[in-house]
């Protein structure tokens, strides 16, 4: 027989859980080929991999905290697990914070330290804060398979990028072209469209004279780049002037325009006719180029006035705005000014005001047809191999057709009108650190293509260059690559001599992230786990970047592999502070996971972040909100040490059901488990949580231990089988709530299951038993019997110690049977009877039974009639008060309905409670 188990009376994180997760690695279970047993189904979740620029926040323990729910719940169940966790270089992110220190530890930039020395220091930065983030991602207890951990700039995702380069090149999917991009001037580097984020501003509207025209603009400086206007085709204002020249006065001489017809303007913005400056806004450049209007640039990649821009030249746009307003104005070509509300277009990273302008730049095309290829072992449904088709058609079909989910589902709405308005994805940017375009430029072509004056240099370099899908140090000299100009074969080792120059730009680094779930998995090799585990299950990850990288990744799995990356997307919304702040340093808000967990202990910390929480909405976070999860965790620590303290057998057996309660707690058991079971199977995790929170607390510790205390005194037969119950009720919790809480479900089911029992890590999901309906409601009759005469003794202050006696008229049958636990839960003498015995007893309903209490002897009647009376008087006063304020017809008419209403309310409250005095006054022998 084993022995009886003494616990410490509170449960203590730190002495347990750097120990546990030892334990865990130790045993080699987080990796999915280790587990045991038979696991035919495999379940994958690849981590969105954290940013190497710091430590982790409150928003990465959400995602670690619902990931490992996850994981943990799929590998209990029988499913080959794999967690694969990695990090991510964030090339801007990074190379932007190396820079910082860099300026403010030695003054220097970046250009002064020169590519190679400066790249040295941003990877020595990236490691540390590497091994932080891992150090970080452990203490909160992810049960991630750290053999297979990724970085998005290690040697195999190097191969994975330039192989998927080559490809979409191959696919004509990848192009080079000039087009206009968001340019941040503080980065000196592209963004994605992505990437731009928005601020409101109040900006100035100018109502100009353009020639014939009027026309409205909130930026005059780019006059000096215009090149056309542009109406409406059906506006019947400009109809006749449609192809036309015009010579337009301008603050440095006359300058000439054409008029185009485009759909794209809105007539009813402005005067319904606007100037076209096709080198510095999108909509600009897109129609000169289907109208064949020249382009000019005259601002810089530094945010100034360019050397054509004359006196202007050198000035800030600010500046040069202010100054061309000033010269406009003193021409007479002012008509008004405006005020104008609008969102600023700012790089996410900086805050610094995007300037489009025209660049050469590498794009992957969304709109333009390419023959796709099915996968053979996860086709994309209803889309034939080798059909014609666009990236942007593809990306809408997976979701439209549910073979990807969304959810929430509100979030489908924005994929799609996000996919509807996708440009062309800009991937190339101007910084060092990242993926270095796998292009090499072949130097000859380039410089025939100046020279010649039959070509435009731009078109002839274009396609001057090869594309090598590895590192150049893998290739053998003697191998041949192609020009794709040219046409002529050059050995590998005429690239090394130097007649080929490799592209200076980087790649995006959404580019690498959206190969995440396959390159991780060893593609553009076959192996056994790309073959395994992909599509992946589930991506959960933060609504904020569902454009940034979900959606891309979608976009590279199906172009690359024809296939989903994932089957579901389940997106956590931001994390803010207790008045619903987002969290910031200057508000001193901010929550350290890592200092909280060390606080309250990790597992309160991954509850605070589950329950409570829906998908897709923001969740307030306090560190009283995570106090209230300790106390939640050491009440399962008591529970455990209650049922470990009082119980004792030799070998674990089924229990059988012997009393009403045994029945009643392992059908609820039951359904708790199927109840919890589906929830988190729905992705319901605070759902399933809170049935959980109620079941543990409430039937489990409130009502059958203190039964079992009863019951345990009854019979030797009986306490065995009382044992049994509660440590299979135990254990099963355990189970049930080792997602949300694995350390100290951990601990608790060590001691339950003793050393052979094995790790609760790689135990089995329970499975839901029987249901006993009948018990259920039998037990339901007699807890509220239990809650009536507790209400009862709580409304007279009955003192605790003091036991009471009470009559029950129309009892079931059974009461005998339960007599002994519903007095000692309810500290009464109860009796049945045909109808109330006594005088002056407190009565109360319990479904279908009336209960009586004696109070003689339990209260002092004298006392306890003097506090209700003053107590009834202040109260009719009160109501007085409430009813006149409600009778006043001048009241009625000036206060808001809502007020009325909750004056109404009160007066009903009070009504009740008055009437519940009476009651006892009458009960009481005392007049009401």
Known sequence: MTKKIELPKSYAPKDYEDALYRQWEKSGFFNPDKLPGRRPDSYCIVMPPPNVTGVLHIGHAVMLAIEDLLIRFERLRGKKTLWL???????????NKVEKLLWEKEKKTRHALGREKFLARVKNFAQESHDTIVTQVKKMGSSCDWSREAYTLDAPRVQAVAEAFRRLHEMGLIYRGQRV??????????????????????????????????????????????????????????KKYVGRRFKIPGVLGEFEVVVVADGVVDREFGSGMIKVTPAHDFTDFEIAARHGVPMRQVIGEDGRMMANTGKYAGLTTAEARAAIVRDMEKMGLIEKIEEYEHNLSVCYRCGTTIEPLPKLQWFIAVNKPFTFRQSARSPIKDIGDGEKITLKELMSHVVKTGQIQIIPDRFVKTYFHWIDNLRDWNISRQIWFGHRIPVWHHDTCQMLG????????????????????KPLDEYADDEIVYCGKCKNGYTIKKIKEGHFTQDPDTLDTWFSSGLWTFSTLGWPAEMADFKNYHPTAVLETGYDILFFWVARMILMSLALIGEIPFKTVYLHGLVRDEQGRKMSKSLGNVIDPLAVAAKYGTDAVRLSLVLGTTPGNDTRLSEEKIAGFRNFTNKLWNIGRFVLSQTSISKFQIPNSKTLPDRWILSRLSEVTERVTRHLENYE????????????????????????????????????????????TLAVLLKLWHPFMPYVTEVLWRELQGKEGGLLLVASWPAPGAREARAEQAMKNWQE????????????????????????????????EELAWLEKLSRSKISAVKKAEKKGQAAALAGSMEIYVDLAGAVDRGRESARLQKERESLESYLAALEAKLKNNDFLKRAPSAVVEKEKEKAAAARDKLARIRRELTSLGADG
């Open 450 to 469: 100046i020279m010649d004056t039959m070509h435009q240099p731009d078109t002839w370099m274009r396609d001057a260059y090869v594309i090598l899908d």
């Open 685 to 728: 995790f605070s759902a399933a949580g809170e049935i959980l929170r109620d079941f543990t607390w409430g039937d489990f510790a409130d009502w059958y231990l203190e039964i079992s205390k009863v019951q345990k005194q009854s019979s030797p037969a009986l306490a065995k089988n009382t044992d049994l119950i509660l440590r299979h």
């Open 785 to 816: 019997t239990v809650a009536a005469i507790r209400n009862l003794r709580a409304e007279y202050k009955v003192p605790p110690e003091r036991e009471v006696e009470a009559e029950i008229v129309s009892a079931p049958a059974g009461l005998s």
């Open 85 to 95: 966790p990695g990090t991510d270089h964030a090339a801007i992110a990074t190379q």
């Open 181 to 238: 991009v968001n340019w941040c001037p503080h980065c000196q580097s592209t963004l994605s469209d992505d990437e731009v984020a928005y601020r409101p501003a109040k900006e100035k509207l100018y109502w100009i004279k353009y020639g014939p025209f009027v026309l409205a603009t909130a930026r005059p400086e780019t006059k000096l780049g215009d090149t056309a206007v542009a109406v409406h085709p059906q506006d019947q204002r400009y």
